[in-house]
């Protein structure tokens, strides 16, 4: 079971939080379970959200899997007698939902110590992959609203659809290049510890 940092636990608009650091934190049914000894926690009728830490190296492991899907789908597509099996398809839809992780736990836990720093650069930099990630998404939703129906891969023209994927693989990889050449060394700048390790 994941360890966390700290829980949350909110109800009816009044809210509290649990230091768990010490503790690991069981869901057993619909019940939250402490380390502290005869402590229960009904969670039935609240809102629970877990807040987990995350380190520039998480960040830079998960463009490491990135690169690798990548780099592998990019040589399956190649051959249109497997592209659009199912195993090439499984490893497609992985790729394109690791993205989109990466991409949102970066704006929920990257861009506000830089838009709020005192620093008009620091904040044009924050803007700028804020505005890059918006149009990776774009990108995205064009690419699966052409080949992609219910989960699988539909190539009427294997060509076309290679030069689409080369562009949108190029895409996410000069993404990964440019946060690890610019954005995290800015936030490691601006935000200290809370994000080493």
């Not at 966390?4 to 809210?15: D, F, H, P, R, T």
């Not at 497609?92 to 704006?107: A, G, N």
């Not at 929920?108 to 804020?130: G, I, M, S, V």
Request: glycine letters at 6%.
């Amino acid at each position: 079971l994941p360890q966390l940092n700290i829980l949350k636990l909110e109800y009816s608009g009044a809210g509290f939080s649990i230091d768990s650091m010490a503790s690991i934190i069981q869901i057993v049914g619909y019940s939250m379970r402490s380390g502290y000894p005869g402590v229960q926690l009904s969670i039935k009728g609240f809102q629970a959200r877990s807040t987990v830490m995350i380190t520039l190296n998480d960040l830079n492991e998960q463009n490491h899997k990135i690169t690798e899907l990548s780099n592998i789908l990019n040589y399956l597509i190649n051959d249109r007698a497997i592209c659009d099996n199912g195993i090439t398809c499984d490893l497609f839809f992985t790729y394109i939902t690791r993205v989109k992780d990466h991409l949102e736990l970066e704006e929920r836990e990257l861009y506000k110590p830089l838009l709020t720093f005192n620093d008009t650069a620091t904040k044009n930099t924050a803007n700028k992959f804020l505005s890059g990630s918006a149009e990776i998404k774009r990108v995205f939703n064009q690419y699966i609203h052409r080949w992609c129906h219910d989960h699988e891969l539909r190539i009427r023209d294997h060509a076309a659809f290679v030069v689409d994927s080369g562009d949108m693989f190029k895409l996410v990889l000069k993404r990964i290049e440019d946060e690890t050449e610019h954005l995290y060394p800015l936030v490691r700048k601006v935000a200290g510890d809370r994000f080493a390790a």
